[in-house]
């Protein structure tokens, strides 16, 4: 089996730093060499606080990776969220000026530049620009507009704009381990292209992410992204709250979570006891798996209805 080239991922989360490379052959396939993960402390929800410590968790995961799949690794798509992401409606249009108003690449081209001439803060940069649908002459949905006949050639796009410093300080990490970005992508269009089928994505649909330290949302309708938000809430959040409401430490909360954790007092049980050390790590004492469940579905009703 021939082999086109390996591609390489980086997901740079709050909780954990994620990276798998995969080899893509020249029939379109993707053979996974490799998936790692490797604990993060150097984000709080999902921006970077500490360039020192989230680049020492991205090299300690590229190391596991090139370990596990005999490659050195140079570049990589880098996945990231944070609660800076803000998405802006636009529309732009363009004359066609081929002759025998033929739409060729170049008008696609002019007309998406033009959808990005929107006025936006200093503070703010453009990460993406989603062209939703074409539209030629006013005749909608157009998917591909090359090669169609045409003389007004409109886009309706939708623009992804995330805060510059929190951009530049993980492209900072990431050049850091030794890393070059191919390409920054938004979380929650790398978690679409996972879970989502083209007839959802067309007939609507909501996809929420739940990560440590951030919700993704977004929106998907007419087989487009049309809004995308990102709420500072996650998993560490109810971790947080088991070790006040269990008097322990993070650790010790996180493993209970896994282990023990429903979100369902009324599915709890409460003859399942759990046993919990103290915030030392010593002493231990004993509570119900309906007791642990009664800390954590406040939080989960809090994040649901936000």
């Known amino acids: ?149 045409g003389s007004r050639l409109e886009v309706e796009a939708v623009l992804v704009t995330a805060a510059t410093t929190a951009v530049q300080n993980l492209m900072k990490a990431v050049g850091r381990a030794g890393l070059k970005v191919k390409e920054l992508t938004l979380n929650t269009l790398l978690a679409a292209e996972s879970v989502l089928s083209p007839a959802e994505k067309e007939m609507g649909v909501v996809l929420v992410d739940i990560g440590g330290g951030t919700m993704d949302i977004s929106i998907y309708e007419q087989g487009g992204l049309v809004f995308s938000s990102i709420i500072p809430v996650g998993g560490e959040h109810i971790t947080r709250d088991l070790a006040v409401g269990l008097r322990t430490n993070l650790e010790e909360a996180n493993r209970i979570k896994e282990q023990h954790g429903c979100s369902s007092v009324d599915a709890a049980r409460e003859d399942v006891i759990i046993e919990v050390s103290n915030i030392n790590g010593q002493a231990s004492r004993q509570v119900s798996e309906k007791f642990v469940a009664s800390i954590i579905q406040p939080r989960i009703e809090e994040m649901l209805e936000i």
Request: charged fraction near 20%; charge should be negative.
């Open 1 to 149: 089996k021939s082999y086109r080239k390996i591609l390489v991922g980086l997901d740079v989360g709050t909780t954990k730093v994620a990276g798998a490379a995969g080899q893509v052959s020249y029939d379109g396939a993707v053979d996974v060499l490799g998936i790692c993960e490797v604990p993060s402390f150097g984000l709080r929800r999902g921006n970077v606080i500490d360039i020192d410590s989230t680049s020492r968790a991205i090299d300690r995961c590229l190391n596991d990776l090139e370990r596990m799949c005999g490659i050195n690794i140079a570049s990589a798509r880098v996945g990231f969220s944070g609660a800076n992401i803000a998405t802006i409606p636009n529309r732009a249009v363009v004359a066609v000026g081929h002759p025998g108003n033929e739409i060729v690449q170049e008008d696609v081209e002019r007309v998406v530049h033009a959808a990005k001439m929107v006025a936006i803060p200093p503070d703010r940069s453009i990460i993406h620009l989603l062209p939703r649908q074409f539209i030629v002459d006013g005749y909608e949905g157009v998917t591909d507009a090359v090669g169609m006949a």
